[in-house]
C-alpha cells in the first residue's frame, strides 16, 4: 500500500455508481442477481461496499421479495439508538413426519469492527446466494429446511457508520467511556466467558477497550440477550456460529483466551474447519489456515526446520464472542472466519474483493452447513453447486502443515 489516503478514497463507493435521483429503469439486478444465478461482477449490489442506508432497506427487499422463506427481526438497539436487523432464512418441511423439536439455527455475523467492511459485504453475499438457491438447488433447499441462519452484517452498526462519515479505520462502538475524547469499547473484548478488561481498563482510548466489566457494551449485551432468550423462551438451539472478521485468511476456532486450554471438541472443530479450508481452496485457489483464536492472533517467526518462536500477544483475547457461544451457549461448532486478504491492503480492502471473497465463504459456509447436517453423501458438483464433505473426499489431495493447506 503506497498512498494511505489513497487507498482509503478507493474504498468508497465511485461517483459512477452514486445518482441523485432514482431512475425508472432500475431492476431488479439493482440489488442483485436473477433468482437462481449466484451474485457476480455485474451486480450493482455486490460491485461496492454498501452503506447503511442501503443495506438496511436491501433486507427489506429480500423479506418482501422471498416472503416464504426469509424473515427480517432485530435482535436489539444499538448505542446510539439504531436497530440491530438480521435476515431469519429458513424453511420448515410440513411434509416431516419426524416430531419436531427445538429448530437448529447457524448464526453468520459479521460487522463486529467497524472498519471491517469486507466482513459485511461477506455475509450479504452469502445470505443472498442462499435465499435465492432455495427450490433450485436440492443442496441450498435442503440446508434451509434443516436449519434456520440468522445472518446479521453488522453486529456494530454505530462504528460502521462512523466509518463511512468520520474515519475510515475505526474499529470500536461509539459508546462513551469515562474519558469524554475517548470513546468506544472493542465489541469482540466484551463477552462475559473469560472477560480480562484490565489490561485496558485504564486506558479507554485504546483500539481493544473492552470496558470496566463484561458485557459494558451495548451491542454485545443485546446480541447475548437475544441468543439467550431465543433457547429459553422460542424453541432455539443454537448449532453453529460463524463470525466473520477481516484480514489474514484464516478459520480460527475457540479458544481465543488463552493458547494453553484446549476445546473439549478439539478434533472436530480441526476437521471441520480444515475441510472448510479445502472448500475455500477448490474455489478460488486462496490458502486459508487454520489454527486456534489465539494462536490465529500471536506472531510467528520462522527459525527454520519447522521450528516457530511465537511473538508475544499484542492484545488480549478474552470476552470474544467466539468463546462465549463456544461454552455459554454450548455451540459445538464455533468459528471466527478471517477474510481476505493477508496484509497487502488489509481493512482497505478494494471492492473487486466483494465477490471473490463472497464466494469462498459461500463455499466454506455451504461445507459448513452439509457437515452439520451429516448429508456426506452428495458427491455431484455442478455448476451451481458446490463441493460436500464426501464430494471433497475425490477431489484434489491437499497437506495440511503448519497452518496452512497445500497440494
Given at each position: 500500500m503506497h498512498d494511505l489516503a489513497q487507498t482509503i478514497f478507493e474504498s468508497y463507493p465511485s461517483a459512477a455508481f452514486i445518482e441523485t435521483e432514482p431512475?425508472?429503469?432500475?431492476?431488479?439486478?439493482d440489488v442483485g442477481p436473477l433468482p437462481g444465478k449466484m451474485p457476480d461482477e455485474t451486480n450493482i449490489f455486490f460491485q461496492q461496499y454498501q452503506p447503511l442506508s442501503v443495506i438496511h432497506p436491501w433486507m427489506r427487499l429480500m423479506q418482501s421479495l422471498f416472503p416464504s422463506h426469509v424473515r427480517l427481526i432485530n435482535i436489539g438497539i444499538t448505542y446510539e439508538g439504531r436497530d440491530l436487523p438480521a435476515l431469519r432464512v429458513g424453511v420448515h418441511p410440513r411434509n416431516s413426519e419426524k416430531p419436531t423439536g427445538a429448530r437448529k439455527t447457524i448464526i453468520v455475523a459479521g460487522g463486529s469492527h467497524a472498519r471491517e467492511w469486507i466482513s459485511t459485504s461477506t455475509v450479504n453475499y452469502v445470505a443472498f446466494s442462499m435465499i435465492t438457491a432455495y427450490g433450485k438447488s436440492k443442496r441450498m433447499t435442503s440446508l434451509l429446511e434443516h436449519f434456520d441462519w440468522v445472518f446479521i452484517p453488522s453486529l456494530n452498526p454505530d462504528g460502521y457508520v462512523?466509518?463511512?462519515?468520520?474515519?475510515?479505520?475505526?474499529?470500536?462502538?461509539?459508546?462513551?467511556?469515562?474519558?469524554?475524547?475517548?470513546?468506544?469499547?472493542?465489541?469482540?473484548?466484551?463477552?462475559?466467558?473469560?472477560?480480562?478488561?484490565?489490561?485496558?481498563?485504564?486506558?479507554?482510548?485504546?483500539?481493544?477497550?473492552?470496558g470496566e466489566g463484561p458485557f459494558q457494551a451495548v451491542e454485545s449485551s443485546r446480541f447475548a440477550k437475544w441468543a439467550k432468550n431465543e433457547t429459553e423462551h422460542n424453541n432455539v438451539h443454537f448449532v453453529g456460529f460463524l463470525d466473520l472478521h477481516s484480514y489474514s485468511q484464516q478459520i480460527l476456532y475457540p479458544y481465543s483466551y488463552s493458547c494453553t486450554s484446549e476445546p473439549p471438541s478439539?478434533?472436530?472443530?480441526?476437521?471441520?474447519?480444515?475441510?472448510?479450508?479445502?472448500?475455500?481452496?477448490?474455489?478460488?485457489?486462496?490458502k486459508y489456515g487454520v489454527t486456534s483464536a489465539c494462536e490465529g492472533s500471536v506472531g510467528t517467526?520462522?527459525?527454520?526446520?519447522?521450528?516457530?518462536?511465537?511473538?508475544?500477544?499484542?492484545?488480549?483475547?478474552?470476552?470474544?464472542?467466539?468463546?462465549?457461544?463456544?461454552?455459554?451457549?454450548?455451540?459445538?461448532?464455533?468459528?471466527?472466519?478471517?477474510?481476505?486478504?493477508?496484509?497487502?491492503?488489509?481493512?482497505?480492502l478494494p471492492s473487486k474483493n466483494i465477490v471473490p471473497t463472497g464466494k469462498e465463504a459461500f463455499a466454506a459456509i455451504t461445507y459448513f452447513g452439509t457437515y452439520l447436517s451429516g448429508d456426506k453423501g452428495i458427491e455431484s458438483v455442478g455448476d451451481n453447486e458446490l463441493p460436500t464433505p464426501a464430494g471433497m473426499q475425490k477431489a484434489n489431495t491437499f497437506r495440511y502443515q503448519d497452518g496452512n493447506l497445500s497440494k
Open positions: 431512475s425508472a429503469a432500475h431492476t431488479y439486478r462512523f466509518t463511512w462519515e468520520t474515519d475510515r479505520l475505526w474499529r470500536k462502538n461509539r459508546q462513551q467511556t469515562n474519558l469524554r475524547f475517548c470513546k468506544g469499547l472493542d465489541l469482540d473484548r466484551t463477552y462475559g466467558y473469560e472477560w480480562d478488561g484490565h489490561a485496558t481498563k485504564s486506558n479507554p482510548c485504546s483500539e481493544s477497550f473492552s478439539l478434533e472436530n472443530l480441526e476437521e471441520l474447519a480444515m475441510g472448510m479450508a479445502k472448500a475455500i481452496h477448490q474455489t478460488k485457489g486462496e517467526h520462522n527459525k527454520g526446520k519447522n521450528e516457530y518462536d511465537l511473538w508475544p500477544r499484542i492484545e488480549t483475547g478474552g470476552g470474544s464472542a467466539l468463546d462465549w457461544f463456544y461454552e455459554e451457549m454450548n455451540v459445538t461448532y464455533a468459528y471466527q472466519l478471517k477474510l481476505r486478504d493477508t496484509g497487502s491492503y488489509g481493512f482497505l
